[in-house]
């Protein structure tokens, strides 16, 4: 089968399940922790599809406030990726941020006008 290829052109990953708040917890942790500007830009990239994983796994529906907290730890970290000086980078962090407003809706909404003015401020006119 030939994979979805969303409008970025970028191929989502395939979801990743999460069976119980402690696995979600610890998965986030990891992801936030490779997430942080001075690792590697290939393993921040890795970090931000396995979020993505995570989020079209449900785990941020089975386990939404779980999610919601551990996004709001990772939030600067995030926001780290879309000004990030490498495009690929800053694609793939476009494109998470897409993926969570779409599949982790109301664990994003309490953060999206934060990642909204990040977007906005990369954007030259």
Known sequence: TVAAVVADGLVPPPPERISN????????????????????????IAAMVRLEAIALGGGSVAFEDAFTSSLGKAKEAITAQVTDRRSAVVKQA????????RHATASFEPYAEHFIMALLKTTVI
């Open 94 to 101: 476009s494109h998470l941020l897409a993926a969570l407003a």
């Open 21 to 44: 708040e402690h696995e979600l917890k610890r998965a986030m942790h990891a992801a936030a922790r490779d997430l942080h500007p001075e690792q590697d830009w290939l393993k921040r």
